[in-house]
C-alpha cells in the first residue's frame, strides 16, 4: 500500500465538475468529453500544475484507458514527471448502495487500476502504479470503506482455475491493494467522521490516509452556514484523532468558485486557505479553471501548492449550543428550499450541460433531495438560484434570529468568514426579479405547478432573510458594481424570457449571467 508522507500529498486536485460558463479555448465542443476529458488532465497537469486529477466515474461515463492515452499522447511530459510518483490519478467509483444500476461499473474500474499498472510499468521500463487510490461517494461507515478495500484485494487475487494459476495466463495483477478514500457529505457522517476513520485505519493497519470532505451537497441538503460548520468540525474531529491515535490524516475539501460551494476564487484565496486550515488538498474545479484567465487560475493552483496546509484545523467542540444552531438553521432552510423546490427543478432545465453525464434520475443515478422534495445537483441547484436573483446564500438566514448569545458565539467561532462570504454573494441580489416574481404570481405557478399562497410564502420567508441579513450583519443588498449590475440586468432578462416561455432567449440570458459572475453555480 503506498503511504503518504507529509510533502508528497497533492496539494490541488483537478476534478471534472461541470460548473464552468464558459468552454475551454482548448476544447472543440461546449460539452468537455471522451477524448477531450483526456486532453484536459494533461492541461491541468502541465498548465495549471496541478498535483492530482480525479478521473470521476461516479454518474457519468469515464475512459477506462485514460493512462494509455495519457503516456502515448504526451510521452515527453510523463517521462519527467511520473505518473504516480509525481503527478496523481486517482478514481471516484460510484457507491453500489447509491446507484444500484452502475454497481458492476465498480469492478470495471477497479481492474483498470491493474491495467494501467501494466501499462505504466511497460512504458517506464519499472514497476510503477499510474493509479492507487480510489474515491467512494457518500461514504457513511467504515464497514463500507474496508468492505471497497477488501474487495479490490480479492478482485486481484491470484485464483487457480484447472490447476492453471491465472497469473500465469494473464500475469500478476498490482498493485495488490489500493487506498480507499471516504467522501463523506451528510450531516450525520460529518459529525461523526472519527468513528469512520478510526476503525478503517485500525482494519487496514495504515497509519496515513487521506478523507474527503464535501462541501457542495451540504449546502445544498442544509444551507450554507451548516455546511461550513460541519466541514469545520469534521476537520477538528480529525485532528483530534490524529493525537490520540498517532495517525496522519491528510483531509482533502471539495469546493467551487462561488460562496454556496466553497468560495475558492483568486479574489477570495486567503480567506479561504483562513477558512479552511489543516487541508491539505483542494479540487480545482472547472469554473476556477476556465471561467478566469489562465494567469488568474495559476497563480491560485500555484499559491495553494505552496502553502497548504496553511496551518492546523481550528478546535471546535461539539456541545449541545453548536448542534442547536446547527439545527435551527437547517430546519429554516429546509422550510424555504421544500416551497421554492418546483421553481428551482423549472429553471434548472435550462441550465446547459458541461460534462456527459447520465441523467441523476429514475434508472441512472440518483437526484438530490431536501424534505423528500426531489432537487437537481449542487451545480444546477445553484445556477438556478443565481439566475433567478436569489442567490442560496441567504436561504434560511431569519434562523439568525433565533439564536441565542452561546449559538450565535459559536457560529461565529466555526464560521470565520460569514460576513465577507454574504458580501461577496449580496452583489447578485435582485429585488427587480423578487418583485417581478411577486408581480408575476398569477402565470408563474402554472407554469411551475404550485400554488399562490405558497409562492407568497416564499417570498415573505426569503425577503425575513434577506432582512436580517441586511440589519443584522451589516451587509448591504443588491448589485453595487457595473459588473453587478450588468448581471441584474442580464437576470432579470433571463426571467422575462422564462416568464414569457421564450426558451432560447431564457438560455442565452442565464448564460449571460453566468460568465459574468465567472461560473454557473
Known amino acids: ?173 498490482n498493485p495488490r491493494e489500493v487506498n480507499v478514500i471516504p467522501l463523506i457529505e451528510d450531516k450525520e457522517s460529518l459529525l461523526s467522521v472519527d468513528s469512520i476513520v478510526a476503525p478503517y485505519v485500525k482494519k487496514i493497519g495504515s497509519r496515513r490516509i487521506r478523507v474527503f470532505i464535501a462541501r457542495s451537497d451540504p449546502a445544498l441538503n442544509y444551507g450554507l452556514a451548516c455546511a461550513v460548520v460541519l466541514a469545520k468540525i469534521a476537520l477538528s474531529k480529525m485532528k483530534k484523532l490524529e493525537v490520540e491515535e498517532g495517525i496522519e490524516i491528510y483531509p482533502i475539501i471539495g469546493v467551487g468558485s462561488l460562496p454556496f460551494r466553497g468560495h475558492l476564487s483568486p479574489r477570495n484565496l486567503q480567506g479561504f486557505m483562513n477558512e479552511y486550515r489543516g487541508v491539505y488538498t483542494v479540487t480545482v474545479q472547472s469554473a476556477l479553471k476556465y471561467d478566469y484567465a489562465l494567469e488568474e487560475t495559476q497563480r491560485t493552483v500555484d499559491e495553494l501548492n505552496r ?33 421554492l423546490a418546483p421553481l428551482i427543478n423549472a429553471v434548472a432545465l435550462y441550465v ?18 431536501v424534505r423528500g422534495v426531489r432537487l437537481p445537483r449542487a451545480i444546477p441547484f445553484t445556477c438556478a438560484l443565481y439566475s433567478l436573483g436569489i442567490p442560496p446564500e441567504f436561504i434560511g438566514l431569519r434562523a439568525l434570529t433565533d439564536l441565542n ?83 441584474e440586468n442580464t437576470v432579470n432578462n433571463f426571467l422575462l424570457a422564462f416568464l414569457e416561455g421564450d426558451s432560447e432567449a431564457a438560455k442565452r440570458y442565464l448564460l449571460e449571467a453566468a460568465i459574468i459572475r465567472r461560473s454557473l453555480g
Not at 481550528?314 to 416551497?339: C, D, G, H, I, P
Not at 446547459?352 to 433531495?369: C, Q, T, V
Request: with cysteine; net charge negative.
Open 1 to 173: 500500500m503506498m503511504l503518504w508522507s507529509h510533502d508528497r500529498v497533492p496539494r490541488t486536485m483537478s476534478t471534472q465538475h461541470p460548473d464552468n460558463a464558459r468552454a475551454p479555448y482548448w476544447c472543440r465542443r461546449e460539452v468537455i468529453q471522451g477524448e477531450d476529458e483526456v486532453y484536459e488532465a494533461f492541461f491541468a497537469f502541465s498548465e495549471l500544475k496541478c498535483n492530482e486529477v480525479m478521473w470521476d466515474s461516479e454518474g457519468k461515463d469515464v475512459d477506462t484507458h485514460v493512462v494509455r492515452k495519457l503516456l502515448s499522447s504526451q510521452p515527453d511530459f510523463f517521462r519527467e514527471h511520473v505518473l504516480g510518483q509525481d503527478l496523481f490519478l486517482t478514481y471516484r467509483v460510484p457507491n453500489p448502495k447509491i446507484e444500484a444500476a452502475e454497481r458492476k461499473t465498480v469492478a470495471e474500474t477497479l481492474l483498470n487500476v491493474a491495467v494501467g499498472y501494466d501499462v505504466a510499468s511497460t512504458f517506464y521500463g519499472k514497476e510503477v502504479a499510474p493509479i492507487f487510490e480510489v474515491i467512494l461517494p457518500f461514504t457513511t461507515s467504515w464497514e463500507e470503506v474496508v468492505g471497497l478495500h477488501q474487495y479490490y484485494k480479492a478482485l486481484v487475487s491470484h485464483v487457480e482455475i484447472a490447476k492453471t494459476k491465472l497469473a500465469e495466463w494473464m500475469g500478476w495483477f
Open 307 to 339: 502553502k497548504l496546509p496553511n496551518g492546523e484545523a481550528v478546535e471546535l467542540e461539539v456541545e449541545e449550543n453548536l448542534l442547536q444552531t446547527l439545527e435551527k438553521l437547517k430546519s429554516a432552510y429546509e422550510e424555504e428550499v421544500e416551497r
Open 352 to 369: 446547459p450541460p458541461r460534462r456527459a453525464r447520465r441523467l441523476h434520475i429514475g434508472l441512472f443515478g440518483y437526484s438530490r433531495g
Open 405 to 487: 448569545e452561546a449559538e450565535w458565539r459559536t457560529l461565529r467561532q466555526g464560521y470565520l468568514n460569514m460576513i465577507n462570504d454574504l458580501r461577496e454573494a449580496a452583489g447578485y441580489v435582485s429585488y427587480r426579479n423578487l418583485d417581478l416574481l411577486q408581480e408575476e404570481a398569477g402565470r408563474l405557478v402554472k407554469k411551475v405547478s404550485m400554488s399562490e399562497e405558497n409562492l407568497k410564502k416564499i417570498f415573505e420567508l426569503f425577503l425575513d432573510s434577506l432582512k436580517v441579513v441586511e440589519e443584522n450583519l451589516n451587509v448591504k443588498l443588491g448589485p453595487k458594481t457595473y459588473s453587478e449590475k450588468r448581471h
